[in-house]
C-alpha cells in the first residue's frame, strides 16, 4: 500500500466534528489574537518586491511551477468548478498567472501593496481580483471556491499558532462543502540542531550568508540575509512560525476540514520520515 493510499484510509476513519467555536463569528478580534508588523506591507515591502521575480531563481523554474499549476487546476474543477481558485500570499503571481491561463478563474489575498502591484502591472494580472490585508482574516466576494492554497513556506509568515489557526478557518469559509485547502511547507530542520545550538545556516557564499535562528520554545524561528553590497554589509531578517504537520492535520480538523493526502513534494512523491517538506491537501466536510 503506497503511502497516498494510507493517507487517504487514515483521513476516512471516524467522523469530523462539526464547524466549532473557534471558527465562529464570535472568535476573538484578530487585533487581540497576534500583532501585525507596522509596516501596512508586512515584510515583503517595495525594497522586497523589487527584487522578488528573479527568473534565475529555481522557484521561477517550470519544474517548479507547473506541477503546482497542474494540481491546483485539478482541485479547482471539482464540485462543478464553482468561483475556481483562491490563492492566499499571491504576491507577484508566480502560481496565479499560469493558473489563470489555464482557464481557472483565480482571486487571492495579499497584505503588500508592492507585490500585488507588480503582479497586476503583468499581462493577465489586472485581471485577477485581489483583497489587500492579512489572509488568514481578510475575507473576498465568495464562498464557493472549490479549492484554496498557500505556497512556498507562506504559512509561517503567520508568527502566531493563533493566526496559523485563523488562516485555516478563513479557508474554510470561502470553500464549498468537498473543496480543498492546499499548504506547501518544510518540516521543521529542528534535527539539524545539536544540544546548545539555536542557529542553522543554508546559505554561505562569498557575498551572501543566509541562516536561521530557532526558539524551540515558542516555535519561532527568524532567517538572516546577510549580503555584501559594494563592499557595505546589509542585513536584514524576517518571523516566522514554523509548523508540524499534525499540528496543521489539527488546525484542519478545528475548522472543519480533514486530511486527504499528504506527498513529500508537488509530483506526488512519498511523504516519509525523512521528508524536509509536503504538499498537504484538506477537504472540507461541511
Known sequence: MTVQNRV???????????????CSEGSPDAGERYVEPED?????GEEVAAQYDDPSSDMFAPEAVEPVVELIAGLAAEHGGGSGALEFGIGTGRIALPLARRGVPVHGIDMSR???????????????????????TTR???????????????????TTQDAQVDCFCNAAAHLVTGGCFVIEVGVPDLRRLPPGQNVVPFHVGPTRLGFDEYD???????????????????????????VW??????????????????????????????????????????
Open 8 to 22: 487517504r484510509r487514515m483521513a476516512g476513519v471516524g467522523t469530523v466534528p462539526p464547524m466549532p467555536e473557534v
Open 140 to 158: 473576498v466576494d465568495g464562498d464557493d471556491f472549490t479549492v484554496a492554497y498557500l505556497v512556498f513556506n507562506t504559512i509561517n509568515n503567520l
Open 216 to 242: 524551540v520554545a515558542t516555535q519561532g524561528m527568524r532567517s538572516h540575509h546577510v549580503w555584501d553590497v559594494d563592499g557595505r554589509k546589509v542585513h536584514r531578517s524576517i518571523p516566522f512560525r514554523y
Open 245 to 286: 504537520p499534525a499540528e496543521l492535520d489539527l488546525m484542519a480538523r478545528l475548522a472543519g476540514m480533514r486530511l486527504r493526502d499528504r506527498w513529500a513534494g508537488w509530483n506526488g512523491e512519498p511523504f516519509t520520515s525523512d521528508s524536509t517538506s509536503h504538499v498537504s491537501v484538506w477537504e472540507k466536510t461541511a
Open 114 to 136: 508592492a507585490m500585488v502591484e507588480r503582479l497586476r502591472a503583468k499581462p493577465g494580472g489586472a485581471d485577477i481580483g485581489v483583497g489587500i490585508g492579512d489572509f488568514a
Open 40 to 44: 501596512p506591507d508586512g515584510y515583503f
